[in-house]
């Protein structure tokens, strides 16, 4: 597996001058950091570890796609050193830990919530204990992933506990788009499919909670809001859909693109759970919407060149945000100031990429910390 850790080129990321003054993120100076990871295959989907790993070192996942029914799925870890006593910066190397093979490439991997809450709980960290991973694709599966004893060597073992087909009534399966991990109750899982339906399903017992009908057409992504009843999803309908789980009867329509556009993808600002993010297909914008006014997005974000594949709110900020697209750009928006009349015009924050990026997210753990996958490559960007 090819490596590589490097500092970041003072131009590969960018303060904007216009906006940079204003930011409530400001923090001392430091040095620029990107680490690289370059895999077998293009890589597709990706996660961050919730667990806190010694000596700030990383957990990673990501997948591949390939155009055929093998896949894989890969963890990787960071090995930190410094390559010389007298040397001022250490150096991360990334590499694979464990590697799963995958049917058909991962729609999305999340990791559980349950090493987020154990940071909540556990002076020191969570160190020990296998890590539960996730995926989508034609099932949703859920591996252990723990330390290999036997070797010693930093490297995983993984076993497949859990594999849940959202089809009750045949073998076959309609592809599952994305899916969601509740953070509050990591028990409930929520996966979106093509076949317009959404299910919440209970990992404890390995049933559906619900399926519903979402959508008119596919659905493309799911997300929860804070707490465990509300969640929402988008989809080939254009239209952004919002389901209380005490209340299943009703759901309500926040937002529908003017031409019917299909929605791509949808993330829920945990830090302010009245705000969304999505964006069309083919678009170069994201929509910020408030749950509060329907209909209208309270903002839209233009910035990118190409059409944006991936956004990312910050763990730790409500009014941080992250997208990425065919541009190979990544930029960090600042949205403390914005308001249905006075659009955010410039990032706060951009880094050019050697590709297009095709997703992008932003660490919980250690939230200093944003990743992107761009052709056969994953990158580590400090912001």
């Not at 430091?30 to 070192?57: C, D």
């Not at 055929?68 to 250490?90: A, C, D, F, G, M």
């Not at 960290?125 to 004893?149: H, M, P, Q």
């Not at 060597?153 to 994305?178: I, M, Q």
Request: net charge negative; glycine share 4%.
């Amino acid at each position: 597996m090819a490596t590589s850790a490097a500092a970041m080129p003072n131009n590969s990321v960018h303060n904007n001058p216009n906006t940079a003054s204003d930011r409530p993120m400001e923090s001392p100076p430091q040095r620029k950091e990107i680490y690289t990871y370059k895999a077998p295959w293009t890589v597709f989907s990706l996660a961050w570890s919730h667990r806190l790993e010694p000596n700030s070192q990383f957990r990673l996942a990501i997948g591949s796609y390939i155009e055929q029914y093998n896949n894989t799925v890969q963890v990787l870890k960071t090995r930190i050193s410094l390559p010389h006593p007298t040397s001022e910066y250490s150096t991360v190397q990334i590499y694979s830990a464990c590697e799963i093979e995958h049917p058909y490439p991962c729609t999305k991997i999340l990791w559980s919530p349950e090493g987020k809450q154990q940071q909540h709980h556990q002076q020191g960290g969570n160190y020990g204990g296998r890590d539960l991973l996730a995926t989508t694709g034609d099932y949703l599966r859920i591996w252990s992933v723990s330390e290999d004893e036997s070797r010693g060597d930093g490297r995983l073992s993984h076993k497949r506990e859990v594999l849940l087909n959202n089809n009750k009534n045949s073998e076959y399966c309609a592809p599952l788009t994305s899916f969601d991990w509740n953070e509050y109750d990591p028990s409930m899982i929520g996966t979106s499919s093509i076949d317009t339906t959404c299910t919440i399903w209970d990992v404890n017992t390995q049933t559906a909670r619900t399926q519903l009908i979402a959508h008119d057409r596919e659905v493309f992504d799911i997300a929860f809001s804070r707490g465990t009843d509300v969640f929402a999803s988008v989809g080939a309908d254009g239209s952004v859909r919002m389901f209380d789980l005490r209340s299943l009867e009703h759901s309500t329509i926040i937002y529908e693109t003017p031409n019917l556009d299909p929605l791509l993808r949808l993330e829920w600002n945990k830090q302010d759970p009245n705000y969304l993010a999505t964006f069309k297909v083919d678009s170069r914008s994201t929509l910020i919407l408030d749950v509060r006014v329907p209909s209208t997005p309270v903002t839209e974000l233009f910035g990118h060149n190409g059409c944006v594949n991936a956004v990312a709110w910050a763990p730790h900020s409500s009014c941080h945000i992250c997208t990425a697209g065919d541009d190979s750009q990544a930029l960090i928006w600042d949205l403390s100031k914005m308001a249905a009349d006075r659009p955010v015009e410039d990032p706060i924050l951009a880094y050019n990429a050697e590709g297009e990026v095709n997703n992008l997210q932003w660490s919980s753990s250690q939230p200093d910390w944003v990743s992107i996958a761009f052709s056969d490559k994953l990158q580590i960007l400090r912001v």
